[in-house]
């Protein structure tokens, strides 16, 4: 099984830092990697895919990067809707495998 | 308006079972790969399993915690994605979600609580 491990787990960010998010996979995934947001309550929400496309009506301060086995999320200027826990997912073989998450909270 | 809504959650007891459900609309259900995320309390996401569509044979697939206990089925003439869950244990306690990945579309949920 592919274990994906994703840091930092939490950050503490202010409005308008750059933040960068990284899933490391245990094995090579190609592009099959996908990024989530989810806020408290709420069903995650897909921000890329393929490592890097960006999903319809996402904002282009979010970007991702990376391949085979390490995979940058990116947020250029932290807005406040932003804040929530963010989620990479592999999608090369079954199990497919989710990291264990990043919660971006307010400095 | 492409839509996935779950049902079936409740409260049970280890060791016994429950059915879920997920109405599908808004999109053509018989061609897509369905899958079911859980999320236990304060925790993260963990996939639980897929359905393939018939055209490529509909087999299943599950994460090794549920293996053995719980069935991913369909029924495409009612546009509905099933999951049983036989044997509950109390790690089973979990918002579980009703997923179409290709278009990104999520249920609302349903709650699934294993208690004595």
């Known amino acids: ?107 | 308006e492409v839509q996935l809504v779950e049902s079936g959650g409740g409260l049970v007891k280890p060791g016994e079972s429950l059915r879920l459900a997920c109405a599908a609309s808004g999109f053509t259900f018989s061609h897509a790969y369905m899958t079911w995320v859980r999320q236990a309390p304060g925790k993260g996401l963990e996939w639980v399993g897929r359905i393939k569509n018939k055209a490529d044979g509909g087999t299943t697939d599950y994460a090794a915690p549920v293996k053995g206990r719980f069935t991913i089925s369909r029924d495409d003439s009612k546009n509905t994605l099933y999951l049983q869950m036989n044997s509950l244990k109390t790690e089973d306690t979990a918002m579980y979600y009703c997923c179409y990945f290709y278009m990104d579309v999520w249920g609302k949920g349903t709650t699934v609580t294993v208690s004595s």
Not at chain 1, 28 to 54: C, F, H, T
Not at chain 1, 91 to 97: A, K, R
């Open chain 1, 1 to 107: 099984d592919i274990q994906m491990t994703q840091s930092p787990s939490s950050l503490s960010a202010s409005v308008g830092d750059r933040v960068t998010i990284t899933c490391r996979a245990s094995q090579g995934i190609g592009n099959d990697l996908g990024w989530y947001q989810q806020k408290p309550g709420k069903a995650p929400k897909r921000l890329m895919y393929a490592v890097s496309k960006l999903q319809s009506g996402v904002p282009s301060r979010f970007s991702g990067s990376g391949s085979g086995t390490e995979f940058t999320l990116t947020i250029s200027s932290l807005q406040p809707e932003d804040f929530a826990t963010y989620y990479c997912l592999q999608l090369n073989s079954c199990p497919l495998t989710f990291g264990g998450g990043t919660k971006v909270e307010i400095k």
